[in-house]
Nanobody, 128 residues
């Protein structure tokens, strides 16, 4: 079992920055990939960024590439999402997720169905 708790959401003006954190507990954190997803009202949950267990590889959605950065601190059991140059269309509930399956050990997957543990979500609102 893995428990995930996000923090760091809030209200920010367009062009501003936020950093989300997600602390994990339960299984050994350095053994699995992590991802960030978001879901806006009336839309499906979408992949934002992912990172391998070692932190050596990352992947991003085209819509956030160059603005967002995912990182992890394995000794602290925490994954981060640094969000810069935020836009109103970034407004959503942001979720961190863990992919503890064998397939996630070698690859960063982007489908929500590949991730087996989820946090409760944190709201990010970007005003224009």
């Amino acid at each position: 079992q893995v428990q995930l708790v996000e923090s760091g959401g809030g209200l920010v003006q367009a062009g501003g920055s936020l950093r989300l954190s997600c602390e994990a507990s339960g299984r050994i954190f350095s053994h699995y990939a992590m991802g960030w997803f978001r879901q806006a009202p009336g839309k499906e949950r979408e992949f934002v960024a992912g990172i391998r267990w070692s932190g050596a590889s990352t992947s991003y959605a085209d819509s956030v590439k160059g603005r967002f950065a995912i990182s992890r601190d394995n000794p602290k059991n925490t994954v981060y999402l640094q969000m810069n140059r935020l836009k109103p269309e970034d407004t959503a509930v942001y979720y961190c997720a863990a992919d503890t399956t064998p397939g996630g050990y070698s690859n960063i997957r982007s489908s929500p169905t590949a991730f087996d543990y989820w946090g409760q979500g944190t709201q990010v609102t970007v005003s224009s």
